[in-house]
């Protein structure tokens, strides 16, 4: 049975920490994936600084979290003068 995110996600940070903690400064990324059970290119990516699937920010979000919130206050600004949020407006 396949594994969950949660625990793939466990066994890659595991296998990161012994990447990380290599002495010489270059581990060898496969043989650590192959012990762990976790592909070499994910590892990989990670080790090189890449985010998890779970940390980085979604693909279809356009907005920043203040862009988002100024256009809801100016929405709300709009409805407090009776006038209604056309494009144009906003």
Same mark, same amino acid.
Request: net charge positive.
């Given at each position: ?7 793939? =996600? ?6 990161? =920490? =012994? ?15 192959k ?14 600084? $890449? =985010? ?9 979000? $356009? ?21 209604s ?6």
């Amino acid at each position: 049975m396949p594994l969950s995110y949660a625990e793939l =996600e466990e066994k890659v940070l595991t296998a990161l =920490e =012994e990447a990380q903690a290599e002495p010489r400064g270059k581990p060898n990324i496969t043989a650590i994936a192959k012990k762990h059970g976790v592909d070499a290119q994910r590892l990989r990516r990670r080790f090189h600084g $890449k =985010e998890s699937k779970s940390t980085r920010p979604p693909t279809n979000r $356009k907005l920043t979290d203040a862009q988002e919130e100024a256009i809801l206050t100016w929405i709300a600004v709009l409805d407090k003068l009776e006038l209604s949020a056309r494009p144009a407006l906003i």
